[in-house]
């Protein structure tokens, strides 16, 4: 089944054309990576996913629905979600408040009777609490779960970012650069933590990642991407073995 | 909460509530006046934090919407014979001119309007970021005291409005003071409340993760002006008088001293720093006043007070900006711990 | 109405509006360089005002000289301003700054109040200014030429510091990036309490010519002109200096048209900088002249 579809979504700022004509499919339980050198609009295209930028031309569209113009947490709510290449965590609350937030969007009590505390809000925070745990738990950050957020090494923030994500129940999931900052030992836990979640969640994997290892060997498809424009796309063997691709980014093997 | 927090709240409360009584037959009118204040601010303080502290916006409004709530109040409560006597330059409208309501719907309805007025002008505004959004909440309330000024058949103009009958008592001001202490813990230990901090402390974040910002925004502004109003409503009912001269900008500036000193993001802040600044206030009007010291007299000096809460304001803010108690709440057992830690450092040195 | 009004009411608006544009011109330059709400600028104004009466009234200096020492004054304090209450929170979050300058605000103010008393004082006006001139019916003061004659001098002086000048590209460097600026050599701290002795400056000359076209001082008089010339920067493009100038000048003029058109509404003449601040907000928060930003993700 198609979950993602984009037809030629361009964005351009003032005289600046971040993106070009970028088309992706997205088939359901694939792993999909955005490769290319810094700048070359990946994160655009993620932004312009979930909406946080919106495409000068183009549309974009989620299980066959326009995604293009609906606002950010919408989309979130119909079930992308997303890290950010920067963290962009709640630094001042705990992690587990972190987790625990991403849950609010599934909340079905108003305000009201959120401050009454009644029977119906009270199971659906138990509920959430549960849910926060066990995410916690399976990216192994239980035992400092009252930290604040900040205080975590950057490794496990960026784990906290992926559960947080995983917590508003995403279908898509978009990772932008997990493996950044990572040594080679985190580096591979990553790759199988990314294959994990993907079969015991069901999702549907789009990231953006520089750590080559990891790319090519979790992605089914690569689309490399440079000064906006898709100069290919593939299969990772492929891939690397495109001239143009080795020229603009990866370089050329030492031992060739 | 702990079976040993809440037994140890429930008991300082009810510790609490017999200072209270003891108050209220022993204190004279002007002790009884700054405990009232205390209870009042508690209620502005909270109100403002909410909006300022939890979600992070800079609103600079709430002269505004107190000004509203205790206008609304006042016109309800104050007699018809006492209104037409106020409003000798040109009478009130109909039907104000023959309504009378008991405190509580008056402070009720007060409260609602107050929020009414808080969605509509929070709804285009609320849309704007930081500094622009604090500009235009300084506009509306300023707007709002200037309509107040003009709108001679509703609000009396400039002449204000005397002779409001003095209904805030300790159990009004206490008793809101404390519903809005628990409506506050409660709201913000919910899903609600964490959604709004989440906006504090990113946006982009936030929304991302499928929190609405405008409809949470919205949310917080009206609750945050629901409670100003009442705190209003409270206030005019306590001084007897008011006038649009009483809702300048100072008064927004009060309460941001209050929540800044205790600690933007802090319930418990805000209610220790409601009670320290108006007291403190009340105590530092020495300043504007001659002392006699017996040998000489040192003459007071009007505005002494203001610029020292100024002073104070900036030092805070420029040395001790996580005020009194951060984002932190009370805690028994911080409490104890911070207490027993001194009696161990006592005993260290003998 | 006769042309003959039209006329003089134009020359009051115009006046006004050069008014505003000076000081408007302090806000946005402030703001631009720190992105911070310089509070406090109006009472900056205010305290030029005092500064001249004193030099005339307590040292019996002759107008000149006093307005010379009162321009310097007020520039110093400005800078002084920066230094105490700004400075140390260039790191800080956004509102311990904010809340800062609202603080510096206030004991501008209250301190007026103590030292000057808060009576209305009369300012010291020279005949120099307030000889009338006659063009037909209309009868106007030297005044309403010299204040936009004065305002035109001064943003022509200022356009071409900014443009042609080292300190100029060095504050253009600066409101664009701080690290930047930094990592080319620029004197950060000194270039922003340029901005700030300039933007006081500017607004000094405004308080001179704003206490000979309305007399009366008091120490919250910064207080509404300031509110609305952060109005009218904010009007014209917040951190745009042409901006601020087209800003101050519609407030001005749209202020005094607003009163001799509907006299009616003379009450809420204030609150007219007020309505187009939030109309301007919710239509075009960039301002007249302004550029949209968008923040990077």
């Not at chain 1, 994997?205 to 498809?221: F, K």
């Not at chain 2, 604090?134 to 002449?159: C, D, H, K, P, S």
């Not at chain 2, 949310?219 to 002006?225: A, E, M």
């Not at chain 3, 001249?52 to 400005?78: C, D």
């Amino acid at each position: 089944m198609e979950m993602l579809r984009t037809d030629d979504i361009t964005m351009q700022f003032g005289g600046l054309v971040a993106v070009k004509d970028f088309n992706l499919n997205l088939n359901k339980g694939s792993i999909i990576a955005l490769i290319g050198p810094n700048g070359a609009g990946k994160t655009t295209i993620f932004n312009m996913i979930t909406s946080v930028y919106k495409p000068t031309k183009g549309k974009i569209y989620f299980k066959d629905k326009d995604i293009t113009e609906l606002a950010p947490h919408i989309v979130t709510k119909l079930g992308i979600a997303r890290t950010f290449q920067n963290i962009r965590l709640f630094k001042d609350l705990s992690v587990f408040e972190n987790v625990l937030i991403a849950n609010h969007l599934h909340l079905k009590s108003n305000v009201f009777e959120a401050i009454l505390r009644d029977s119906k809000y009270k199971k659906e925070e138990r509920l959430m609490k549960e849910k926060a745990l066990e995410l916690l738990e399976i990216v192994g950050l239980s035992d400092v779960k009252n930290e604040k957020s900040s205080s975590l090494p950057y490794g496990m923030q960026r784990k906290l970012e992926i559960a947080r994500a995983l917590a508003t129940n995403p279908e898509i999931l978009l990772l932008d650069e997990p493996a950044a900052g990572m040594n080679p030992r985190e580096t591979e836990e990553i790759t199988l933590f990314i294959k994990k979640i993907r079969d015991d969640f069901d999702l549907t994997i789009l990231l953006i990642e520089h750590h080559m290892q990891v790319v090519m060997d979790i992605s089914e498809e690569i689309y490399v991407l440079d000064y906006g424009i898709t100069i290919a796309k593939g299969s990772p063997y492929e891939i690397q073995n495109n001239e143009r691709v080795i020229q603009a980014y990866l370089g050329v093997d030492e031992g060739a | 909460m702990k079976r040993k927090d809440i037994y140890l709240t429930v008991v300082s409360l009810l510790v609490f509530t017999v200072f209270l009584i003891y108050a209220h037959f022993r204190f004279d009118a002007y002790k009884l006046r700054i405990l009232n204040l205390c209870a009042i601010y508690t209620v502005l303080g909270l109100s403002m934090n909410l909006i300022n502290g939890f979600t992070g916006l800079f609103s600079l409004g709430h002269a505004g919407f107190m000004a509203i709530g205790a206008y609304t109040t006042a016109l309800l409560t104050l007699p018809v014979a006492t209104k037409a006597q106020n409003f000798f330059l040109k009478p009130i409208i109909e039907p104000l001119s023959n309504i009378v309501l008991p405190f509580f719907p008056s402070l009720l309805i007060g409260g609602l309007l107050t929020a009414f007025i808080g969605f509509l002008i929070g709804a285009p505004a609320l849309r704007l970021k930081g500094d622009y959004l604090a500009i235009a909440t300084l506009g509306f309330a300023e707007i709002i005291r200037i309509v107040i000024i003009n709108a001679q058949r509703v609000t009396n103009g400039a002449l204000g409005l005397k002779g409001i009958p003095a209904t805030t008592n300790l159990w009004w001001s206490f008793g809101v003071a404390i519903f809005t202490i628990i409506f506050m813990l409660l709201l913000i230990n919910s899903s609600y409340g964490r959604a709004f901090k989440a906006i504090r402390e990113d946006e982009i974040a936030a929304e991302s993760m499928g929190i609405s910002l405008f409809r949470h925004k919205v949310l917080s502004f009206t609750i945050g002006s629901f409670f100003a109003g009442i705190g209003g409503g409270l206030l005019g009912n306590l001084l007897g008088t008011i006038d649009p001269a009483l809702f300048k900008f100072t008064l927004t500036f009060n309460i941001l001293l209050i929540i800044v000193l205790g600690g933007i993001g802090s319930i418990t802040g805000t209610v220790i720093s409601a009670f320290i600044v108006t007291i403190a206030g009340e105590v530092l009007r020495f300043l504007d006043q001659s002392i006699n010291l017996g040998f000489v007299v040192i003459p007071g000096i009007t505005g002494m007070r203001m610029v020292v809460f100024s002073l104070m304001l900036m030092l805070v803010v420029l040395f001790y900006s996580h005020g009194l108690m951060g984002t932190n709440e009370f805690n028994w057992d911080r409490m104890f711990d911070k207490l027993s830690a001194k009696k161990l450092l006592a005993k260290r040195r003998d | 109405m006769s042309l003959g009004m039209l006329l003089q009411h134009m020359a009051n608006g115009i006046s006004l509006g050069s008014l505003y544009a000076l000081i408007a011109i302090g806000y946005t330059m402030v703001y631009g360089i720190l992105r911070l709400i310089n509070f406090a600028h109006g009472d900056i104004f205010m305290m030029a005002t005092y500064f001249a009466f004193y030099s005339v009234v307590s040292f019996n200096l002759p107008w000149y000289l006093s307005f010379f020492i009162a321009i310097i004054l007020t520039t110093a304090l400005g800078m002084l301003v920066e230094n105490l209450a700004y400075r140390p929170l260039r790191d800080a979050p956004r509102i311990s700054i904010l809340i800062s300058a609202i603080g510096a605000s206030f004991l501008l103010e209250n301190l007026a109040i103590i030292l000057f008393g808060g009576r209305p004082k009369a300012f010291p006006i020279s005949e120099l200014f307030t000889k009338v001139i006659k063009i037909g019916t209309v009868s106007i003061q030297r005044l309403f030429f010299i204040i936009p004659v004065t305002t035109v001098a001064l943003l022509m002086i200022l356009i071409y510091i900014i443009n042609h000048t080292k300190t100029g590209m060095a504050m253009r460097a600066v409101s664009k990036d701080h690290e930047t600026a930094r990592l080319m050599g620029i004197d950060i701290d000194r270039t922003i309490t340029i901005t700030f002795g300039i933007g006081s400056a500017l607004a000094a000359v405004g308080g001179m010519m704003w206490g000979l076209k309305f007399p009366q001082i008091q120490p919250l008089m910064g207080v509404i002109p300031g509110l609305k010339c952060f109005i009218a920067a904010v009007i014209g493009g917040i951190g745009n200096i042409s901006g601020a100038v087209i800003g101050g000048f519609i407030l001005g003029v749209g202020e005094i048209m607003l009163v001799a058109l509907l006299p009616n509404l003379t009450g809420y003449r204030d609150a007219f900088a007020f309505v187009l601040l939030i109309l301007i907000l919710l239509f075009k928060p960039t301002g007249i002249m302004g550029e949209k930003i968008s923040e990077k993700v």
